[in-house]
């Protein structure tokens, strides 16, 4: 006699995987926390890249300085007039070789190393200088820069020197200047000067720069101050 042998009934599995639902609603949760990070890592980024600008551009204004310091590099025009009455350079297409003068107070700092300034280079750094002493006395400038003066610099980028560059014409920007971080100015615009200084050059020669000289080279156009230097 053949007996048949009962088959065991196995229970269905319970893990069936993921739905297509489930899917999309994966992709969906995972789309959105991405769009919500995006910000963050795009100002880290430029939050990076200008404060490395502005590294650039206070490396320039140290090296415009010490040259100037040294003699290396002509003394820019000295006049009766502080930077902060001088307006920005015009806006204009930028072609000058490196370390010369473009005119009588830009100078060239070349950073991509082909030895000019464009207005198409990322890396160039164009420095805006003028000397102040309130009583000019001589038509020669190196006979003027010898009784020393306060020296009034701006670094501005290269490429912010292009014919379109409305900010330049209008001079708006000679006074502010680009913040490290970006969510400021410092990449919204690139008119406003990345470094602003100014900084004392002693006299030369036999006569050295007195306190009353400085006194009123740092008081600048403030009336009051200067007759306070001279009592």
């Known amino acids: 006699m053949i007996r048949s042998k009962q088959q065991k009934n196995h229970s269905p599995s319970t893990e ?13 949760v995972a ?31 140290k090296s415009y300085l010490d040259g100037v310091r040294s003699g290396t590099i002509d003394a820019p025009p000295i006049r009766e007039t502080l930077l902060k009455d001088i307006a920005a350079p015009s806006g ?14 830009l100078y060239c700092i070349d950073g991509d190393g082909d030895n000019r300034c464009t207005h198409t280079s990322l890396k160039d750094m164009v420095v805006q200088a003028a ?17 020393g003066y306060l020296l009034g610099i701006r670094v501005y980028r290269a490429d912010a020197f292009t014919s379109d560059t409305q900010e330049f014409l209008k001079g708006i920007d000679s006074e502010g200047t680009a913040a490290s971080f ?47 230097c001279n009592q």
């Open 131 to 147: 000397g102040y002493h309130p009583d000019v006395t001589e038509a020669d400038n190196k006979k003027q820069a010898e009784k």
């Open 182 to 228: 970006a969510g400021g100015t410092g990449l919204n615009k690139k008119v406003p000067p990345l470094v602003k200084m100014t900084t004392e050059i002693a006299a030369e020669g036999e006569e050295p720069t007195s306190f009353t000289d400085l006194c009123q080279r740092i008081a600048g156009d403030d009336a009051a101050a200067k007759d306070r």
């Open 92 to 105: 204009s297409s930028l072609n000058c070789n490196n370390q010369e003068y473009c005119n009588t107070n």
């Open 31 to 61: 789309t959105i926390l991405m769009i919500a990070i995006a910000p963050v890592l795009a100002l880290s980024v430029a939050t990076r890249v200008q404060a490395k600008r502005v590294e650039v551009a206070s490396l320039a204004a």
């Open 16 to 28: 069936s995987g993921f739905t297509i639902i489930e899917s999309l609603m994966a992709m969906l």
